[in-house]
């Protein structure tokens, strides 16, 4: 795919630049090879400007129910309004004209994107100082965007049976382990594996209940995404793992205001054998960690998507998938936003979104 | 209680001063009186500087289910961490030494705090503009802090009666519409209340689910306010409505750490026959809007906590209580700090906290 061929790291005002050839796999789009710019340690570490931030919700339905409440201070009957999502944004001065919107995964929430366990910047604040206007998330549902919970309430008052209850889970510490790449079980390792175990707490304490098969389909997520990309006119949708479809399939409904899309180890790509046509239309990035092939549940996913990327791209698009340590990258779990050279995978995603869509860096 | 005497506002950077006299109240405990000082335009609208800003978790203690999953996907049995306290902070530079703790109300998140229903900038940002390192918190088992859902699992198995399902509650807008007083029941609204009604979908899309009843007791998000206070140091612990008598309790538990305590609208205040050593340790204020003698909730709330200020002061303590409309300010709703006049109101709380902590303005 590509290779790594030189990453310096200089001082000061300096960039720290990489060079990345291209190989075979995409010789027949010519895709350029990206150059990693790094922010240097000033950008990184000066105290943060923002033009503007704030916070709001987009999307959400009001009903009606009789199972609100079982307490006497609160009435049973009313509206209440379901499926909003939660959008946190910041804005820093001179921003490029090209926003960025990031969207967790399964089990957690847009905290995801935020400080890192062991208490580095997260990702929401790097972009941001790369000149992004960043937009986070909380999925439909989860974290501050409410979930419906009068099926609960309907069960509990005894009018609807208990099998209706909602179809709610909780991933364990030990699952995770596994599905996020720490180790091939709990509580062994990958050698080199680069998640800041010391701090794996504040991982834990990040973890939701995730009640997405109790959601209407589609995820009103996706249906916000898109209301959303049509607002701030040219951005760019950042996903991860549960949510890494989302993008793709936000394009499916529209491809208005999305300039390109990044898909983070996603649980699935769109089906390599679908109408591809939407997808043809934007720059895509399909990224994975380390130590995929090890693992049952990613293998799979990687390999299909894969597929996904080499027929879009025989439909004229212009998709890539890199995997980390065919760059040279190694050791990165499936948390690799949080990961100890979180940074550094920050530094080649904000360089592939400059040159691929002609921002300055 | 006050009385407001003068309100200038100045442009450019000048401050705008009030004068509040002080009244017959409090005249036992000689509490001098607040001159408000509020930011000005350009201390409001310039670029926001931060030196440090980032998210973390309090507490939390893992617990071993077996109800975690109905899911193939997802394992049933496991561990989870619960009751850990999402705490999102920002930090100005050349900060006052006195840091500020934000604690939402009932069946909100921390997000209550943040850009209003209708756009305008938060109490969240305004007290890092006058200089306040400010703490969001979202409630254990509220927001990004996780609930514990394994009860709802436990019944959906049949491993657990139905009755065991958790107590969970939503309020309805019509509900939420006479609690937070926007008028006598919904939708008939108080003369000149100051709740952005026409932007209310900003607030019913704020609210969710409330597990409060479903936690244990004491609620894992006093311990957590405690741990938080202990490790600024100094502290104010700001609260609203359900979460009023939060800081009181917290205090309670250990007064280390905290500076003082503002309680905005608190359901409860501490009994007036109660124990009040811990609340002769530091300055308080309670706050109440308008409207309050109007309501059958509210009136009697309001009562308690005027009894139980003028205990604490004559145990010596210097604990103050004030009725916005006492002082001129008029319309307020439950929601004030979302109301047409909430930075008015923030400037009145930070030269309350400047006035009584010996801050600089």
């Not at 950008?43 to 009903?63: C, M, N, W, Y």
């Not at 609100?68 to 379901?82: D, E």
């Not at 382990?177 to 304490?205: C, H, S, V």
């Not at 996913?301 to 004229?316: D, I, P, Y």
Request: proline content about 7%; charged content about 15%.
């Amino acid at each position: 795919m590509y290779k790594l061929t030189k990453h310096a790291k200089l001082s000061g005002l300096a960039f720290a630049l990489s060079v990345l050839t291209l190989s075979a796999a995409h010789a027949q789009t010519a895709i350029p090879a990206i150059r990693p710019v790094a922010l240097d340690q000033k950008a990184l570490t000066s105290p943060l400007v923002l033009e503007k931030q704030g916070s709001f919700f987009i999307g959400g339905r009001d009903i009606q129910s009789d199972t609100l409440s079982t307490l006497p201070a609160y009435a049973p009957s009313g509206t209440i309004t379901v499926d909003q999502m939660y959008t946190h944004f910041q804005i820093p001065p001179s921003s490029k004209d090209i926003a960025l919107v990031l969207i967790h995964g399964c089990c957690l929430t847009g905290k995801t994107w935020e400080t890192t366990p062991d208490g580095r910047m997260g990702w929401d604040e790097y972009f941001v100082r790369r000149g992004y206007p960043t937009f986070v998330i909380d999925q439909s549902g989860r974290g501050r965007s409410a979930v419906n919970a009068t099926a609960m309430n309907a069960a509990k008052m005894g009018k609807e049976p208990v099998d209706k209850l909602p179809v709610v889970f909780a991933a364990s510490h030990e699952s995770a382990w596994t599905i996020f790449r720490f180790g091939p079980e709990f509580p062994k390792t990958y050698d080199g594996m680069q998640f800041p175990l010391a701090a794996q707490n504040g991982l834990w304490q990040q973890m939701v209940p995730d009640w997405l098969n109790a959601m209407p389909n589609p995820n009103p997520t996706i249906p916000a995404l898109s209301e959303l990309s049509k607002k701030l006119k040219k951005t760019v949708l950042m996903s991860h793992s549960q949510s890494g479809i989302y993008p793709f399939q936000t394009a499916a409904l529209s491809t208005e205001g999305i300039a390109a899309l990044v898909s983070i180890e996603p649980g699935a790509c769109p089906a390599a054998d679908g109408d591809l046509t939407p997808y043809t239309k934007m720059p895509i990035m399909v990224l994975f960690g380390d130590y995929v092939e090890l693992s049952p549940r990613w293998a799979p996913r990687l390999k299909a998507c894969k597929e996904f990327v080499q027929k879009t791209n025989a439909a004229g698009g212009h998709a890539e998938l890199l995997l980390l340590p065919e760059v040279g990258i190694k050791g990165n779990s499936h948390m690799l936003m949080q990961d100890i050279n979180s940074i550094q995978i920050a530094d080649l995603m904000g360089s592939w979104m400059e040159q691929r869509l002609g921002l300055t860096q």
